[in-house]
């Protein structure tokens, strides 16, 4: 069997303002646009994608949370109405989405030899969340690739950032290793925003856009220093600088997928590029690809 | 003092004792402890179930569950394995819509949620089901807010409380919560469970100790002290306590009974019943500030710009104005402000004439020189304490004069301050270039607000 690879690493968040946006037949709710900005970020990635061979996307997602263990949908077909608790008027989105279960639990098992706790998920009732929804639309809207989806472990609230990362660099390379030894092309995405603080109100019309900014202007530094960090190929800062980014900008970054994410391309010296930057009620989000395919050995 | 609600209910948020209580004793004991609860409650007058979850956090404000009949099948997110949990609530819409119309009115963000397929949160659906299995009660939920803290949630049972007063209806209140929450990170036999550490185990079981005294407020007190002590930083902290102890009107002598306390997955859950009469032991002080409406911070965040000259264009926020109190002895004048209450401007006994407090405000246009301290909607304004000192003496004057006297005849003056830290200085520099002059003895008070948007009051006794 040939080798397999990972095509291209991406920060793919998932605020469901953009599905919303868009109209898409599958969400309910109706809106006259708004975030342009990030969907055509989103755009870009999509085609920059769709140049590039692959047979599975990998998500981690801040939004199926666990705190015992590492989870991994383990059922080849999930489907249902997907609602946002949060907001729930914005997104309710009827999904249908296929597991490469062998993917999912080749994964599994590195991690566990590797001594982490880790289960598969096989209970069909089972609600997918809304974050893996949202970043497999945004990214494949059609969902005609099968997904691998990996919980967010929130070991960050247990101990610190620093056992978080221990933990996401050591599943980061459970799972390369699984989808090299897979023959595989994957593309591996965390879907976290950056900087997080929200407003805590919204506007009548939420797509105002004139109503539409970053919650502060700290958030805004941590933001582009991050995004400085991804651009020039300093992945190892972004590690570095992880304990106090996620402190300080309260980030999604504590879910564990950017860490995890950086540590699937094994840290990458190669600039990343960036697709789009906006914000969805005060919260920063960027739509990075590191293009793998160009940089290593596929 | 309100009397709707008929019995409060702390309860666990893991699916166990729904699930598979077989599995391990404690978790049998804490099901029969919900049993216990919902027959208690089956038994009470209860016209609605109102349940407080600690697991539905909400961003925008809080979120009330306005379906009346939300129906799906909940999967937990670890707890998978145990099985699926069907659901199927009845919940009072009307209730829901009401309560939601009391936050907006006491100054809260807050918002129904009315939607097929909204994800009801675990600790709400355990709950229900255990509590109220046939629905026979109708229910209402609300969302724990991941950025309130002590005042929004205290007005947001308050305004709960608004509505069940303005409907007649009596209550049963229900906080779906985990004492101490940290839970093993690896995969433990249902048999090995137990409580994750001795120190969660102390700190659980004097919380309870507090409530089986029926100390609910205290413990509401302690809420920050118990978050940081034994509750790992998930979505919310530590503050259902805080909603509960305000339903019951901060009472520390409820008559508290815990009718379980057992380790789920490593964390602490209870079943505690407190039941509204007093047990007979003294209440205890309430040592934070009471709030009945919110005006907090929570959009610092949003550039939008406050509109300073529509504050300052209408001083008259606050309470109605009344003609002075007319009365023998009563000294009154068209010259000085109009009373916010039915007394006079001063009073005469026998050679020495006693002021009510007086304020800046202006006779005639009710304008504050210097500028209102907040606008209309509670937010804070910029404002010029050597203004309103100024203009408080210049009222004083027109009182004493039309009373027969004058500044040199001042004995005594007790003035009241909104922010000594702030304003003490200006105040202090316009009272020695008017009033000190004259050489009466001062008080100076700090105290929390007046009743009209002014920073400073005084009240003089002067001689004839
Ligand atoms: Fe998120």
Redesign the interface.
């Known amino acids: 069997m040939a080798k397999g690879s990972i095509v291209a690493g991406c920060l793919a968040p998932h605020p469901p303002h953009l599905v919303y946006a868009e109209n898409p037949p599958q969400n309910e709710p109706n809106s006259e646009g708004g975030w342009e900005q990030l969907r055509w970020g989103y755009e870009r990635l999509r085609d920059s994608l769709a140049k590039i061979d692959h047979d599975v996307l990998v998500i981690l997602s801040p939004h199926w949370q666990t705190y015992v263990g590492t989870h991994f949908l383990g059922l080849s077909h999930f489907e249902g109405l997907s609602v946002d608790p949060i907001f729930p008027n914005l997104f309710r989105y009827s999904y249908d989405i296929n597991i490469d279960v062998e993917l999912s639990k080749a994964i599994h098992d590195k991690a566990a030899d590797a001594g982490l706790a880790v289960k598969m998920m096989n209970n069909p009732d089972f609600r997918v969340d809304y974050g893996t929804i949202t970043t497999g639309h945004m990214v494949n809207p059609a969902f005609d690739k099968p997904l691998v989806v990996i919980s967010s472990n929130r070991s960050r609230h247990y101990y610190s950032v620093e056992v978080m990362q221990e933990m996401m660099m050591e599943l980061g390379r459970a799972t390369r290793d699984a989808i090299l030894e897979s023959g595989k092309k994957a593309v591996v995405l965390a879907s976290n925003s950056l900087s997080h603080r929200h407003f805590t109100t919204e506007s009548d019309v939420p797509e105002d856009m004139s109503r539409e900014h970053i919650a502060s202007h700290a958030m805004h530094l941590w933001d582009m220093r991050i995004i400085d960090y991804m651009r020039t190929g300093q992945a190892q800062r972004i590690i570095d600088e992880m304990p106090e980014f996620t402190e300080q900008a309260i980030a999604e970054s504590d879910g564990g997928g950017l860490t995890w994410l950086l540590s699937t391309l094994t840290v990458p010296d190669y600039p990343a590029i960036l697709h789009g930057y906006g914000t969805i009620i005060g919260t920063g989000n960027a739509i990075v690809e590191w293009p793998c395919y160009a940089h290593e050995e596929v | 003092m309100n009397d709707s609600i008929l019995a409060s209910y702390v309860v666990p948020v893991h699916p166990h004792p729904l699930l598979v209580p077989e599995q391990n004793e404690g978790w049998q004991r804490l099901r029969d402890a919900f049993d216990e609860a919902r027959d208690q409650i089956a038994a009470s007058d209860a016209d609605v179930i109102i349940v407080y979850s600690t697991t ?6 809080h979120q009330i569950q306005a379906d009346p009949n939300p129906t799906w ?3 937990d ?2 707890f ?2 145990l ?2 949990m069907d659901y199927s609530f009845r919940i009072d819409v009307e209730f829901a819509e009401a309560w939601n119309k009391a936050n907006h009115s006491r100054g809260l ?1 807050s918002r129904t ?1 009315a ?5 009801i ?1 675990v600790g709400s659906v355990v709950a229900l089901k255990l509590l109220n299995p046939d629905n026979r009660i109708p229910a209402v939920i609300v969302s724990s807010n991941v ?1 309130a803290n002590r005042a929004e949630t205290t007005v947001l049972a308050k305004a709960c409380l608004d509505v069940l007063g303005k409907m007649g209806k009596k209550a049963v209140a229900v906080t779906a919560m985990s004492m101490s929450n ?6 433990i036999e249902a048999s090995d469970d137990k409580i994750h550490s001795l120190k969660d185990d102390e700190w659980n079981r004097k919380v309870l100790e507090f409530l089986e005294e029926g100390r609910l407020e205290d413990v509401a007190q302690l809420s920050r002290t118990i978050h940081q002590q034994i509750r ?3 979505v919310v902290t530590f503050k259902p306590m805080w909603w509960l102890s305000a339903m019951n009107n901060n009472r520390n002598d409820l008559t508290g009974k815990v009718l379980a306390y057992e380790a789920l ?1 490593g964390a602490g859950g209870a079943v505690v019943h407190l039941d509204p009469t007093s047990n007979g032991k003294g209440d205890k002080e309430y040592d934070e500030d009471d709030v009945e409406t919110y005006q907090g911070e ?2 610092v ?3 939008e710009e406050t509109d300073t000259s529509v504050a300052e264009a209408s001083p008259n926020t606050g309470p109605a104005l009344w003609n002075p109190a007319e009365g023998e002895d009563a000294v009154n004048t068209e010259s000085a402000p109009k009373p916010v209450g039915l007394y006079p401007h001063a009073r005469r006994v026998g050679d020495l004439l006693y002021l009510s407090g007086v304020g800046p405000r202006q006779p005639g246009t009710n304008a504050i020189p210097g500028g209102p301290i907040r606008d209309g909607n509670g937010s804070p304004l910029e404002y010029d304490i050597k203004e309103q000192t100024r203009a408080v003496v210049e009222n004083i004057a027109r009182i004493l004069e039309e009373a027969g006297s004058s500044m040199e005849k001042v004995v005594d003056v007790t003035s009241f301050l909104v922010d000594m830290d702030r304003d003490f200085a200006g105040y202090n520099e316009v009272w020695a270039e008017t009033l000190g002059h004259y050489g009466p003895t001062r008080t100076t008070l700090a105290i929390r607000a007046l009743p009209t948007p002014i920073a400073v009051e005084m009240k003089v006794i002067a001689k004839i």
């Open positions: 539905w956090p909400s961003i925008i404000g099948t909940l999967v997110q670890d998978h394995d099985g699926s963000q949620v939607y097929n397929g909204f994800p949160d950025y940290r839970m093993f990170t690896e995969f790992v930083q998930k997955y929570r959009n965040l949003d550039s």
